[in-house]
């Protein structure tokens, strides 16, 4: 029906994508930088947080705001080995470039290389893989001088691909060190957290990442999703799709996507414009 899908235009004007990928990067990508932004631009989006596993993006956001000055972009750095892995330096400079937010390891994360081991893809060298914790279940040192730089930078903290576990250990050390963490997409199965770990972080002043990708792929299913969010709460949600893949939907598509299937599953417009714009605007300090 047209006038619902207009409905939900007008629900999603403003909305912040805050987990995808594009191009230029080492991997194929469904649409570039400024295909993106003329995409957000056209369909009444505000702009979106770039993501990279394996380069800064903070250069690149910086080039499309002076482009597109009616949107708002944001980078920030992944801590993979490209970067030195768990390397403060590689944060502070992704600050000083404007970065917003810097993500814990993905690739290269040793949780997420076994999950992939244990899921029939081939793994990376295990002496490469990156570890949060130590063998007593503690952060590294390394990980709490991440924190510590991104709370000195201004800069959101994203788990990642680490496990659970680890990421907790991330949402607690961040409550302390006053760090805004965020759950990277919590509901994927490669680092799944429960319904309870996920409040728990939020009881901390985390917030839950769920991304359309996990619902798209028949991964997580969308009742899933609504129940989590419902359990968490929805002030402490954001809601982005993760996709950039050349088989995926582009992203603005995904976004209406996923608010079509939310609002099918009881969410209010007021309650998808909090977890789509009004949140991810805080969180990038693009508030009005």
Same mark, same amino acid.
């Given at each position: 029906?047209?006038?619902?899908?207009?409905?939900?235009?007008?629900?999603?004007?403003?909305?912040?994508?805050?987990?995808?990928?594009?191009?230029?990067?080492?991997?194929?990508?469904?649409?570039?930088?400024?295909?993106?932004?003329?995409?957000?631009?056209?369909?009444?989006?505000?702009?979106?947080?770039?993501?990279?596993?394996?380069?800064?993006?903070?250069?690149?956001?910086?080039?499309?705001?002076?482009?597109?000055?009616?949107?708002?972009?944001?980078?920030?750095?992944?801590?993979?080995?490209?970067?030195?892995?768990?390397?403060?330096?590689?944060?502070?400079?992704?600050?000083?470039?404007?970065?917003?937010?810097?993500?814990?390891?993905?690739?290269?994360?040793?949780?997420?290389?076994?999950?992939?081991?244990?899921?029939?893809?081939?793994?990376?060298?295990?002496?490469?893989?990156?570890?949060?914790?130590?063998?007593?279940?503690?952060?590294?040192?390394?990980?709490?001088?991440?924190?510590?730089?991104?709370?000195?930078?201004?800069?959101?903290?994203?788990?990642?691909?680490?496990?659970?576990?680890?990421?907790?250990?991330?949402?607690?050390?961040?409550?302390?060190?006053?760090?805004?963490?965020?759950?990277?997409?919590?509901?994927?199965?490669?680092?799944?957290?429960?319904?309870?770990?996920?409040?728990?972080?939020?009881?901390?002043?985390?917030?839950?990442?769920?991304?359309?990708?996990?619902?798209?792929?028949?991964?997580?299913?969308?009742?899933?999703?609504?129940?989590?969010?419902?359990?968490?709460?929805?002030?402490?949600?954001?809601?982005?799709?993760?996709?950039? !893949?050349?088989?995926?939907?582009?992203?603005?598509?995904?976004?209406? !996507?996923?608010?079509?299937?939310?609002?099918?599953?009881?969410?209010?417009?007021?309650?998808?414009?909090?977890?789509?714009?009004?949140?991810?605007?805080?969180?990038?300090?693009?508030?009005?």
């Amino acid at each position: 029906d047209e006038l619902e899908a207009q409905h939900m235009r007008d629900c999603l004007r403003g909305a912040y994508e805050m987990h995808v990928h594009t191009s230029p990067d080492v991997t194929a990508r469904k649409c570039s930088d400024l295909e993106l932004a003329r995409r957000f631009r056209d369909a009444g989006l505000a702009g979106a947080l770039i993501k990279c596993h394996y380069a800064d993006t903070a250069a690149r956001a910086a080039l499309l705001n002076e482009q597109f000055t009616q949107l708002h972009f944001a980078g920030g750095v992944t801590l993979n080995n490209s970067v030195g892995g768990l390397n403060p330096e590689a944060v502070a400079t992704s600050g000083k470039m404007g970065g917003r937010i810097v993500w814990f390891p993905t690739m290269d994360s040793r949780s997420y290389q076994e999950f992939r081991k244990q899921n029939g893809t081939s793994g990376a060298d295990p002496s490469k893989c990156i570890d949060v914790l130590d063998g007593r279940g503690n952060l590294v040192p390394e990980a709490l001088a991440v924190l510590e730089t991104a709370k000195r930078c201004g800069m959101l903290v994203g788990t990642g691909h680490v496990s659970a576990a680890e990421g907790l250990a991330l949402a607690r050390a961040g409550a302390k060190t006053g760090c805004q963490v965020i759950l990277t997409h919590a509901d994927n199965p490669a680092d799944v957290y429960t319904t309870d770990q996920q409040r728990e972080a939020a009881a901390l002043g985390a917030i839950v990442e769920h991304c359309y990708f996990t619902t798209y792929y028949k991964r997580t299913p969308i009742e899933t999703i609504a129940a989590q969010i419902r359990a968490v709460g929805v002030e402490r949600v954001i809601l982005s799709t993760d996709f950039g !893949q050349p088989q995926s939907p582009y992203s603005d598509e995904g976004l209406l !996507q996923y608010a079509d299937l939310l609002a099918a599953q009881g969410f209010s417009d007021a309650e998808l414009g909090m977890m789509f714009r009004d949140t991810p605007a805080r969180l990038l300090g693009f508030e009005c």
